[in-house]
């Protein structure tokens, strides 16, 4: 379970990090897995290393991964941050290549509380592409200070907030070695600069249960969105342990159409 001091850090900076979180063998059996269903979807192809790679739902496509959701350490972090009743908005995997623009940003009216839990595979740096964050950037403020950083135009390689690059940008760099696990706002800004392609990150994303119509219309506006996320796994509706099936019945409730994993 959090500290009381952890759930405070992870309210007022946006983020918490978790060393170790995994032990080493089985972050081991995590990346094999990984490996697993990458290669899968590629029909068994190599990764080239060209693009970014994601695919989502991806825990539930292997034994260990898919009872992820349901460890004791990763629920209890969605049970301490959200309460309760939270459930499952999405898993997913990537192979990051190259770098990732700052995104993120205060959140949007009748947003629903949420936490991404990051699983890293690989040992990464500051110059090797681990994910950077700006602390407290989650929070609303007016007028927002970091507007730049939302609004930037993704063409052209002159673009200087600040006056400076952004992989400059005053920001703490979360370093990581295979086992960390990284809980983060997404509306805190974070971006990644450097390392090699096909960095390992994969993540759990919880959501506080709806407390308003408002909140309710929010993620039902969120689904209308999304090709993947709240579509309910139908290995999860079916699982045979009952906080797996907890987390994706209020999806099955909503009438959120299930995907054939």
């Known amino acids: ?21 995994f032990a080493p063998e089985e972050a081991a059996i995590m990346k094999r897995e990984a490996i697993e269903i990458f290669d899968e979807a590629r029909g068994g ?5 060209e693009k970014w790679e994601q695919i989502q739902p991806f825990f539930e496509q292997r034994p260990f991964s898919s009872a992820l959701p349901d460890d004791d350490r990763v629920y ?8 309760p009743d939270f459930f499952l908005g999405t898993t997913e995997g990537s192979l990051h290549v ?5 995104h993120g940003g205060p959140p ?19 110059e090797t592409g681990c994910l950077r964050v700006i602390p ?8 927002y200070p970091f507007e730049i950083l939302r609004n ?12 400076m690059l952004p992989s400059e940008l005053p920001s703490v760099a979360l370093e990581c070695k295979p086992g960390d696990v990284v809980a983060f706002k997404e509306n805190t800004l974070h971006a990644s600069f450097g390392g090699a392609p096909g960095r390992h990150q ?14 309710e219309a929010y993620i039902r506006g969120l689904y209308e969105k999304m090709t993947y996320s709240f579509h309910p796994a139908r290995s999860y509706i079916d699982s045979d342990r009952p906080r797996i099936r907890r987390m994706v019945s209020r999806l099955v409730e909503w009438g959120f159409e299930p995907i054939d994993v």
């Open 76 to 83: 209890n972090i969605g049970a301490d941050l959200l309460g």
């Open 98 to 102: 190259g770098d990732t623009d700052w």
């Open 1 to 21: 379970m959090l500290t009381a001091g952890q759930i405070a850090h992870f309210d007022t900076f946006g983020f918490l990090v978790l060393r170790q979180f």
């Open 108 to 126: 949007p009216e009748h947003e629903v509380r949420h936490v991404k839990i990051a699983f890293y595979l690989d040992a990464l740096t500051r």
């Open 45 to 49: 192809g190599p990764f080239t290393g």
């Open 136 to 143: 407290g950037s989650h929070l609303p403020q007016t007028p």
């Open 202 to 215: 994969h993540a759990v994303v919880f959501f506080e249960n709806p407390k308003t119509e408002a909140q």
């Open 152 to 163: 930037r135009a993704k063409d052209g390689s002159d673009f200087l907030p600040f006056g």
